[in-house]
């Protein structure tokens, strides 16, 4: 195994066990589920805040202060061990690939030329199913989050809907 993905392997060991001790010491891994809104990647719409009534909405801002707090503290412990493998991947990689490339070419000087050519063939026959591979894969994303947004509009029109007929407040639009 090369130096690199050792070191790269034991930060990212590093990095999860500092996230799983911060996961089951946290006061909030013990707290019961919530109902609040997740971030949605890509860009999606996420649900409307629902208002909660009394008690409960002091009771959801105390875990969202948790939630904010652990959150910060998990990253001013990640981010410094991301910095040190983004640091050593630019110190090393450049090396590794001029290496690697040199090895590479040694190896292909010993070979006869008509392996070479096959060889050739082979590598831009691979390369070109892999950009087909990475068309369809962009394509197929597109599509489910196009599906995730259609969803999530036609909930927040149900949300609107039940929050008219029940005479309930919109939060926070």
């Known amino acids: ?19 799983a001790v911060h996961a089951v010491t946290s006061p909030v891994a ?27 909405s002091a009771a959801v801002r105390d ?5 904010a707090s652990v ?3 998990f990253h ?12 050593l991947k630019e110190k090393y990689d450049p090396q590794i690939t001029s290496l690697e490339q040199r090895r590479k ?13 096959l060889d050739q063939q082979e590598e831009a026959e691979i390369a070109a199913l892999a950009e087909r591979e990475k068309n369809e894969i962009d394509q197929v994303k ?3 989050a196009d599906q995730r947004k259609e ?11 039940a929050r008219g007929e029940m005479g309930m407040p919109t939060a926070g639009k």
């Open 63 to 67: 875990l969202d202060n948790q939630l």
């Open 151 to 161: 969803i999530h509009q036609k909930y927040d029109e149900q949300r609107k809907a």
């Open 30 to 56: 013990a707290a019961p589920p919530v109902a609040t809104p997740q971030p949605v990647k890509e860009g999606g719409m996420k649900p409307a805040p629902v208002a909660v009534p009394g008690d409960q």
């Open 1 to 19: 195994m090369k130096p690199l993905s050792r070191i790269g392997i034991a930060l990212l060991v590093a990095g999860s066990a500092v996230w």
């Open 71 to 73: 959150r910060k503290e």
């Open 76 to 87: 001013s412990q990640l981010d410094p061990l991301q910095a040190q493998i983004k640091t």
């Open 142 to 144: 597109q599509r489910y």
């Open 105 to 117: 070419e040694l190896v292909e000087q010993g070979k006869p030329i008509a392996i070479q050519q």
